[in-house]
Nanobody, 116 residues
Framework: QVKLVESGGGLVQTGGSLRLSCTAS????????MGWYRQAPGKQRELVAA???????KYADSVKGRVTISRDNAKNTVYLQMNNLKPDDTAVYYC??????????WGQGTQVTVSS
């Protein structure tokens, strides 16, 4: 099994920054990609950013230029640096890990609230 522990959420004003962290433990091999998703009240969960085992990254159009995903393989941790935050970024942010032929795993979520 895989355990994902997220941290770094909180309340920030418009234009502020936050860095989310997600540390993986357990059966963390054959990882295809790790990423961050978010879900706002009444909306579907959506991809924010992802990074593959080869280092390729993908971002939602709504966050391009404001968000950077990175990882520290030695710490089994993926980060999401979010700058110039907007009220529309308010959501619960979930860490995700995909393993080859072994399913997808989710963290418990961390709340990000951006006040106007």
């Amino acid at each position: 099994q895989v355990k994902l522990v997220e941290s770094g959420g909180g309340l920030v004003q418009t234009g502020g920054s936050l860095r989310l962290s997600c540390t993986a433990s357990g059966s963390i091999f054959s990882i295809v990609a790790m990423g961050w998703y978010r879900q706002a009240p009444g909306k579907q969960r959506e991809l924010v950013a992802a990074i593959t085992s080869g280092g390729s990254t993908k971002y939602a159009d709504s966050v391009k230029g404001r968000v950077t995903i990175s990882r520290d393989n030695a710490k089994n941790t993926v980060y999401l640096q979010m700058n110039n935050l907007k009220p529309d970024d308010t959501a619960v942010y979930y860490c995700n890990l995909d393993r080859l032929f072994a399913g997808s795993y989710w963290g418990q979520g961390t709340q990000v609230t951006v006040s106007s």
